[in-house]
């Protein structure tokens, strides 16, 4: 039994799947997306990130019906590489593969898969992307006076703001699991894209481009991206470097300084010139390497591997993520190198109003675990102020 719209129905639910090859290619390049970059992030050594992410998902869906967790449905599966490429070693009884890409696709193939899966009547959408690949099917929906239809995001992409994406892939076959099993209903949430080339230029533009339906869970789908600002922040801000220049500020410190607004203030407040969008690295009052990729990252760590260190992370306010969006070069290669145990969030007391938890998305099952077997987190919310702060875990 599934629920469509407000109605419970005694049916068989039809799942359709598609995947963007291209999401997320550019992120551990420091891309900052992979809008018009897919084959120069190839070209760049990059691997492919959507396919990893739908075959965790589906191994983790067939499993779940193998072990009656999840009742059994009909699955209509996109061909070639925007889909059955990805899973075609995975038993499913009920599948049916539709259409057949292979070579270089585009939003034009996002939007055909889109009519396609339509045609089959499906239920809901299931597809691994990022915002823009978001963004084309919503536009496909409303053209095709569809946009009621539910989808459930694998996060793939290198930002995803938007709401209707799982925590990550682990989560996207729970709330698959659950709608299937007739236990969630539907929530709309917000379709939100940065513009890339605003985003390559260093300034942090997000307009909202619609909405979406998705199964209605707090728990495994994370909820749309929110700008905070407080009164009176600029004095937080102050107070957060003095603690850092304290603390941190040392030659015989390295500080890998995380993406995001507030932690280039308080990087400006430390007399240091870090990038926006980029990780940087300095050591003192030294910038030794900016907007840096994962190759450069490894190799700057190799360098310094006697070095104290700490890696200083801002969570997304309203999401909490604190590593998966937006930062992708903090591979998890990177992560082993520096450290779980070096890293610190930092966030002023009205952002950390916003979360209720912090979320882990490294792309590694295994480091997302080890992790969050951790349960908390320091956060660093003024002078000499700490927070301890729940890593919250999906599947716990």
Known sequence: MCYYGDSLRSV???????????????????????DGRAEEARLSGAKDRAG???????????????????????????????GFDWIQEIPF??????????????????SLAVELLLDENVDLILYAGGDGTTRDIIEKLDLLDSSELPLIGVPSGVKMYSGCFAEDTQAAAEVLAAW???????????????DEDSYRMGEWKIDMFGQATTPASPLWIQGS??????????????SL????????????????????GSLNKIAKLCGLSTTLL???ITKGNELIGTDLSEKELISILEDSSDEKIVLLLSPMGGQGFLIGRGNLQLSPDVLRKIGIENIMGVATPAKLLSISRIRIDT???????EIREKKYIKMIQGYRTIKIVKIESPNN
């Open 12 to 34: 068989v639910a039809r799942i359709g799947v598609l995947v963007n090859p291209d999401a997320g290619l550019g992120g551990k390049l420091g891309f900052k997306g992979s």
């Open 52 to 82: 990893p992410r739908i075959n965790e998902t589906m191994d983790y869906i067939s499993k779940m019906i193998q072990s009656k967790k999840c009742l059994d449905f009909d699955l209509f599966i996109c061909g070639g590489k925007m």
């Open 93 to 110: 009884s009920n599948m049916k593969v539709i259409g057949d890409w292979q070579g270089k696709t585009s939003a034009e193939d996002t």
């Open 180 to 194: 299937i099993n007739g236990e969630l209903g539907f929530s709309t949430t917000e379709v939100l894209d940065m």
């Open 225 to 238: 991206k929110h700008q905070i600002q407080a009164i009176g922040e600029d004095e937080v801000l102050e």
């Open 241 to 260: 470097s003095e603690h850092i220049l304290e603390l941190y500020l040392k030659d015989d410190y390295l500080i890998v300084w995380g993406a995001g």
């Open 278 to 280: 980029g990780i940087d």
């Open 363 to 369: 792309g590694d099952i295994s480091l997302d675990k």
